[in-house]
Protein backbone atom coordinates (compact mmCIF):
# COMPACT_ATOMS: atom_id res chain seq x y z
CA UNK A 1 0.00 0.00 0.00
CA UNK A 2 1.37 3.53 -1.06
CA UNK A 3 1.74 5.49 2.30
CA UNK A 4 1.82 8.87 0.49
CA UNK A 5 -0.03 9.84 -2.01
CA UNK A 6 0.34 13.47 -4.10
CA UNK A 7 -2.95 15.06 -5.20
CA UNK A 8 -3.90 18.16 -6.36
CA UNK A 9 -6.82 20.53 -6.25
CA UNK A 10 -8.14 23.01 -8.95
CA UNK A 11 -10.24 26.06 -9.07
CA UNK A 12 -11.06 27.97 -12.52
CA UNK A 13 -13.57 29.85 -14.45
CA UNK A 14 -15.71 28.00 -16.64
CA UNK A 15 -16.88 29.74 -19.74
CA UNK A 16 -20.91 28.72 -19.80
CA UNK A 17 -21.97 26.01 -22.32
CA UNK A 18 -17.57 26.03 -24.20
CA UNK A 19 -16.93 22.19 -23.72
CA UNK A 20 -14.34 22.34 -26.05
CA UNK A 21 -12.60 25.57 -23.70
CA UNK A 22 -13.50 24.36 -20.10
CA UNK A 23 -12.32 20.58 -21.40
CA UNK A 24 -8.85 22.94 -22.10
CA UNK A 25 -8.63 23.49 -18.84
CA UNK A 26 -8.93 20.44 -17.53
CA UNK A 27 -6.20 19.28 -20.07
CA UNK A 28 -3.94 22.12 -18.44
CA UNK A 29 -4.29 21.59 -15.09
CA UNK A 30 -4.07 17.52 -15.37
CA UNK A 31 -1.00 17.89 -17.02
CA UNK A 32 0.94 20.58 -14.41
CA UNK A 33 -0.26 17.91 -11.80
CA UNK A 34 0.69 14.91 -13.50
CA UNK A 35 4.27 16.78 -14.14
CA UNK A 36 4.35 18.02 -10.02
CA UNK A 37 4.02 14.05 -9.26
CA UNK A 38 0.23 14.35 -8.16
CA UNK A 39 -1.91 10.57 -8.63
CA UNK A 40 -5.20 12.69 -8.86
CA UNK A 41 -6.13 16.02 -9.88
CA UNK A 42 -9.82 17.46 -8.51
CA UNK A 43 -11.52 19.84 -11.17
CA UNK A 44 -14.47 21.72 -10.04
CA UNK A 45 -18.27 21.11 -9.87
CA UNK A 46 -19.97 20.99 -13.63
CA UNK A 47 -16.50 22.55 -14.56
CA UNK A 48 -17.41 21.10 -18.07
CA UNK A 49 -20.34 22.90 -19.08
CA UNK A 50 -20.40 25.44 -16.52
CA UNK A 51 -22.69 25.61 -13.40
CA UNK A 52 -24.94 28.31 -13.06
CA UNK A 53 -26.32 29.68 -16.07
CA UNK A 54 -27.99 26.67 -16.16
CA UNK A 55 -30.93 27.61 -13.98
CA UNK A 56 -32.20 29.94 -16.78
CA UNK A 57 -32.05 27.21 -19.43
CA UNK A 58 -34.82 25.76 -21.07
CA UNK A 59 -35.16 21.54 -20.53
CA UNK A 60 -34.33 20.72 -24.14
CA UNK A 61 -31.27 23.40 -23.76
CA UNK A 62 -29.92 21.15 -20.94
CA UNK A 63 -30.60 17.79 -23.15
CA UNK A 64 -28.95 19.25 -25.59
CA UNK A 65 -25.49 19.78 -23.69
CA UNK A 66 -25.92 16.33 -21.35
CA UNK A 67 -24.39 13.55 -22.23
CA UNK A 68 -23.60 9.99 -21.06
CA UNK A 69 -21.17 8.75 -19.12
CA UNK A 70 -19.74 7.22 -22.59
CA UNK A 71 -20.12 10.17 -24.21
CA UNK A 72 -17.09 12.41 -25.95
CA UNK A 73 -16.78 14.78 -22.67
CA UNK A 74 -16.14 12.05 -20.22
CA UNK A 75 -14.84 9.65 -22.65
CA UNK A 76 -12.02 12.64 -23.14
CA UNK A 77 -11.00 13.02 -19.59
CA UNK A 78 -10.50 9.06 -19.72
CA UNK A 79 -8.73 8.94 -22.44
CA UNK A 80 -6.40 12.14 -20.78
CA UNK A 81 -6.21 10.08 -16.81
CA UNK A 82 -5.03 7.17 -18.83
CA UNK A 83 -2.28 8.95 -21.48
CA UNK A 84 -1.16 10.96 -18.02
CA UNK A 85 -1.25 8.00 -16.20
CA UNK A 86 -2.72 10.00 -12.99
CA UNK A 87 -6.42 10.15 -12.10
CA UNK A 88 -8.46 13.13 -13.32
CA UNK A 89 -11.58 14.29 -11.69
CA UNK A 90 -13.96 16.74 -13.51
CA UNK A 91 -17.90 17.58 -13.53
CA UNK A 92 -20.17 16.96 -16.34
CA UNK A 93 -24.26 17.32 -17.23
CA UNK A 94 -25.33 13.53 -17.62
CA UNK A 95 -28.13 12.42 -19.44
CA UNK A 96 -29.44 8.74 -18.71
CA UNK A 97 -32.64 7.19 -20.12
CA UNK A 98 -34.08 10.84 -20.41
CA UNK A 99 -32.79 11.80 -17.03
CA UNK A 100 -30.70 14.64 -16.21
CA UNK A 101 -27.84 14.69 -13.71
CA UNK A 102 -25.32 17.14 -11.89
CA UNK A 103 -22.13 14.36 -11.89
CA UNK A 104 -18.90 13.88 -11.53
CA UNK A 105 -16.27 11.56 -13.66
CA UNK A 106 -13.16 10.63 -12.13
CA UNK A 107 -11.13 8.33 -14.39
CA UNK A 108 -8.53 6.55 -13.42
CA UNK A 109 -5.08 5.57 -14.97
CA UNK A 110 -6.06 2.00 -15.54
CA UNK A 111 -9.79 3.38 -17.80
CA UNK A 112 -11.82 2.95 -14.83
CA UNK A 113 -14.46 5.53 -14.10
CA UNK A 114 -16.45 6.13 -11.47
CA UNK A 115 -19.57 8.66 -11.44
CA UNK A 116 -21.30 10.09 -8.89
CA UNK A 117 -24.65 11.98 -9.26
CA UNK A 118 -25.46 14.73 -6.78
CA UNK A 119 -27.19 13.76 -4.26
CA UNK A 120 -28.82 17.31 -3.50
CA UNK A 121 -29.75 18.84 -6.83
CA UNK A 122 -30.96 22.02 -7.16
CA UNK A 123 -29.89 23.80 -9.98
CA UNK A 124 -32.57 22.90 -12.03
CA UNK A 125 -35.87 21.39 -11.90
CA UNK A 126 -35.29 19.18 -14.86
CA UNK A 127 -32.12 17.98 -13.05
CA UNK A 128 -32.49 14.77 -10.98
CA UNK A 129 -30.97 14.00 -7.89
CA UNK A 130 -29.04 10.68 -7.53
CA UNK A 131 -29.79 8.31 -4.80
CA UNK A 132 -26.41 6.39 -3.68
CA UNK A 133 -23.15 7.10 -2.27
CA UNK A 134 -20.15 6.37 -4.75
CA UNK A 135 -16.61 5.24 -2.91
CA UNK A 136 -14.56 3.24 -4.71
CA UNK A 137 -10.88 1.74 -4.43
CA UNK A 138 -8.22 3.33 -6.44
CA UNK A 139 -4.60 1.57 -7.73
CA UNK A 140 -2.65 3.42 -4.80
CA UNK A 141 -4.35 1.47 -2.46
CA UNK A 142 -6.33 3.93 -0.65
CA UNK A 143 -10.54 3.94 -0.99
CA UNK A 144 -12.13 7.51 -2.01
CA UNK A 145 -15.45 8.70 -1.91
CA UNK A 146 -17.17 11.61 -3.98
CA UNK A 147 -20.03 14.10 -2.71
CA UNK A 148 -20.62 17.25 -4.96
CA UNK A 149 -21.20 20.84 -3.48
CA UNK A 150 -24.02 21.22 -1.11
CA UNK A 151 -23.56 17.27 -0.46
CA UNK A 152 -20.94 17.68 1.66
CA UNK A 153 -23.20 20.12 3.60
CA UNK A 154 -25.13 17.37 5.27
CA UNK A 155 -23.02 15.63 8.07
CA UNK A 156 -24.36 12.05 7.35
CA UNK A 157 -23.48 12.21 3.68
CA UNK A 158 -19.69 12.60 4.77
CA UNK A 159 -19.93 9.96 7.64
CA UNK A 160 -22.03 7.44 5.04
CA UNK A 161 -18.52 7.96 3.39
CA UNK A 162 -16.61 7.24 6.02
CA UNK A 163 -18.52 4.05 7.75
CA UNK A 164 -17.87 2.55 3.90
CA UNK A 165 -14.22 2.91 4.13
CA UNK A 166 -13.28 6.05 2.37
CA UNK A 167 -10.41 8.06 3.48
CA UNK A 168 -10.25 10.51 0.84
CA UNK A 169 -13.25 12.76 -0.08
CA UNK A 170 -13.00 14.26 -3.31
CA UNK A 171 -15.18 17.40 -2.97
CA UNK A 172 -16.12 19.37 -5.89
CA UNK A 173 -17.65 22.54 -5.75
CA UNK A 174 -19.22 25.56 -7.73
CA UNK A 175 -19.43 27.91 -4.41
CA UNK A 176 -18.59 31.40 -2.19
CA UNK A 177 -20.39 34.36 -2.93
CA UNK A 178 -23.93 32.94 -2.64
CA UNK A 179 -27.34 34.85 -1.86
CA UNK A 180 -27.61 32.73 1.54
CA UNK A 181 -30.87 33.36 2.80
CA UNK A 182 -29.51 32.93 6.24
CA UNK A 183 -28.79 36.11 7.81
CA UNK A 184 -25.51 35.18 8.88
CA UNK A 185 -24.97 33.17 5.59
CA UNK A 186 -22.89 34.37 2.55
CA UNK A 187 -23.48 37.21 0.73
CA UNK A 188 -23.14 37.93 -3.27
CA UNK A 189 -19.97 39.48 -4.26
CA UNK A 190 -20.12 42.81 -6.57
CA UNK A 191 -18.97 41.74 -9.91
CA UNK A 192 -16.78 45.04 -10.31
CA UNK A 193 -14.61 43.16 -7.85
CA UNK A 194 -13.41 40.86 -9.78
CA UNK A 195 -13.41 43.02 -13.42
CA UNK A 196 -10.87 45.10 -11.53
CA UNK A 197 -8.92 42.19 -9.99
CA UNK A 198 -5.86 43.48 -11.88
CA UNK A 199 -6.28 47.21 -10.85
CA UNK A 200 -7.15 46.15 -7.32
CA UNK A 201 -6.20 42.81 -6.49
CA UNK A 202 -6.73 43.85 -2.55
CA UNK A 203 -10.14 44.23 -2.89
CA UNK A 204 -11.30 40.73 -4.22
CA UNK A 205 -8.85 39.11 -2.16
CA UNK A 206 -10.78 40.66 1.29
CA UNK A 207 -13.92 39.38 -0.39
CA UNK A 208 -12.09 36.05 -1.41
CA UNK A 209 -10.57 35.63 2.12
CA UNK A 210 -13.39 36.87 4.24
CA UNK A 211 -17.22 35.50 5.00
CA UNK A 212 -18.55 35.26 1.55
CA UNK A 213 -15.41 32.68 0.88
CA UNK A 214 -12.39 31.20 2.98
CA UNK A 215 -14.05 32.17 6.31
CA UNK A 216 -17.41 30.26 5.69
CA UNK A 217 -15.51 27.11 4.41
CA UNK A 218 -13.85 27.24 7.21
CA UNK A 219 -16.59 27.36 9.61
CA UNK A 220 -17.70 23.15 8.32
CA UNK A 221 -14.51 21.78 6.11
CA UNK A 222 -12.43 21.05 8.92
CA UNK A 223 -14.93 19.86 10.81
CA UNK A 224 -16.32 17.20 7.93
CA UNK A 225 -12.60 16.30 7.61
CA UNK A 226 -11.60 15.62 11.99
CA UNK A 227 -15.14 14.25 12.23
CA UNK A 228 -14.50 11.54 9.92
CA UNK A 229 -11.00 11.03 9.82
CA UNK A 230 -10.74 11.30 6.48
CA UNK A 231 -8.65 13.64 3.70
CA UNK A 232 -10.89 16.21 2.12
CA UNK A 233 -9.51 17.47 -1.32
CA UNK A 234 -11.65 20.80 -2.25
CA UNK A 235 -12.09 22.30 -5.47
CA UNK A 236 -13.94 25.14 -6.53
CA UNK A 237 -14.89 27.37 -9.60
CA UNK A 238 -13.18 30.62 -9.75
CA UNK A 239 -14.34 34.22 -10.98
CA UNK A 240 -17.28 34.69 -12.53
CA UNK A 241 -20.31 32.27 -12.93
CA UNK A 242 -23.42 33.94 -14.42
CA UNK A 243 -24.52 36.78 -12.05
CA UNK A 244 -22.29 35.52 -9.26
CA UNK A 245 -18.44 35.56 -8.07
CA UNK A 246 -16.96 32.53 -6.81
CA UNK A 247 -14.36 32.88 -4.53
CA UNK A 248 -12.03 29.65 -5.57
CA UNK A 249 -10.07 28.64 -2.25
CA UNK A 250 -8.94 25.30 -3.55
CA UNK A 251 -7.53 23.38 -0.93
CA UNK A 252 -6.44 20.20 0.41
CA UNK A 253 -7.47 19.05 4.37
CA UNK A 254 -6.05 16.38 6.52
CA UNK A 255 -8.15 13.75 8.91
CA UNK A 256 -7.15 16.48 11.81
CA UNK A 257 -8.48 19.30 9.57
CA UNK A 258 -5.77 21.34 9.48
CA UNK A 259 -4.87 22.75 5.61
CA UNK A 260 -2.39 21.12 4.22
CA UNK A 261 -2.59 23.47 1.24
CA UNK A 262 -4.55 26.42 -0.19
CA UNK A 263 -5.15 29.10 -2.69
CA UNK A 264 -7.06 32.87 -2.56
CA UNK A 265 -6.04 33.62 -5.67
CA UNK A 266 -7.83 35.46 -7.81
CA UNK A 267 -7.70 33.16 -10.91
CA UNK A 268 -6.81 29.84 -12.26
CA UNK A 269 -4.83 27.90 -9.95
CA UNK A 270 -4.16 24.29 -8.55
CA UNK A 271 -2.49 23.47 -5.04
CA UNK A 272 -0.60 20.65 -4.35
CA UNK A 273 -0.51 18.33 -0.74
CA UNK A 274 0.98 15.40 0.04
CA UNK A 275 -1.71 12.63 1.57
CA UNK A 276 0.65 10.51 4.50
CA UNK A 277 -2.38 8.18 4.73
CA UNK A 278 -0.45 6.68 8.04
CA UNK A 279 -2.72 9.89 9.84
CA UNK A 280 -5.56 8.09 9.56
CA UNK A 281 -5.76 5.24 11.64
CA UNK A 282 -5.04 7.16 15.25
CA UNK A 283 -6.61 10.22 13.81
CA UNK A 284 -9.16 11.44 16.71
CA UNK A 285 -12.47 11.03 14.18
CA UNK A 286 -11.61 7.65 13.62
CA UNK A 287 -10.91 6.73 16.58
CA UNK A 288 -14.45 8.43 18.14
CA UNK A 289 -16.06 6.54 14.88
CA UNK A 290 -15.01 2.90 16.96
CA UNK A 291 -16.95 4.38 19.63
CA UNK A 292 -20.36 4.68 17.68
CA UNK A 293 -23.80 3.42 19.25
CA UNK A 294 -25.54 2.83 16.03
CA UNK A 295 -28.58 1.24 18.73
CA UNK A 296 -29.18 4.96 19.32
CA UNK A 297 -29.25 6.03 15.93
CA UNK A 298 -32.26 5.08 14.24
CA UNK A 299 -34.20 8.74 14.61
CA UNK A 300 -31.11 9.57 11.58
CA UNK A 301 -33.32 7.28 9.21
CA UNK A 302 -36.71 8.52 10.04
CA UNK A 303 -39.13 10.48 8.16
CA UNK A 304 -40.32 13.07 10.32
CA UNK A 305 -42.54 14.84 7.79
CA UNK A 306 -40.93 18.22 7.46
CA UNK A 307 -38.48 16.77 4.98
CA UNK A 308 -38.17 19.25 1.94
CA UNK A 309 -36.92 18.13 -1.83
CA UNK A 310 -33.89 19.85 -2.83
CA UNK A 311 -34.76 22.59 -4.80
CA UNK A 312 -37.55 23.96 -1.95
CA UNK A 313 -35.12 23.41 0.72
CA UNK A 314 -32.37 25.67 -1.24
CA UNK A 315 -34.66 28.35 -2.57
CA UNK A 316 -37.77 28.32 0.47
CA UNK A 317 -38.12 31.87 1.76
CA UNK A 318 -39.71 31.05 5.00
CA UNK A 319 -38.28 29.48 8.71
CA UNK A 320 -37.68 25.98 8.83
CA UNK A 321 -40.51 25.04 11.75
CA UNK A 322 -38.24 23.51 15.17
Known amino acids: MTTVVKVAAVQFEHRADDKQYNLERVTHFASEAAAA ?136 HQTGGTASRSPHGMRPIPLTYWENRDTDPAAVEREFRGPNGREWLMRWLPARAHDNGLFLVFSNGVGRDDDEVRTGNAMVLDPYGRILAETWAAGDRLVLADLDL ?33 RTARFATEPVEI
Open 278 to 310: GLVPLSTGRRWLAGRRPELYGSLTRHRGDERDP
Open 37 to 172: GARLVVCPEMCLVGYWHLRRHRPEALHALAEPVDGPSVSAVRSLATRLGIGVGAGFLESDGGRLFNSYAVCLPDGTVHVHRKLHAFEHEAISSGDRFTVFDTPWGVRMAILICWDNNLVENVRACALDGATVLIAP
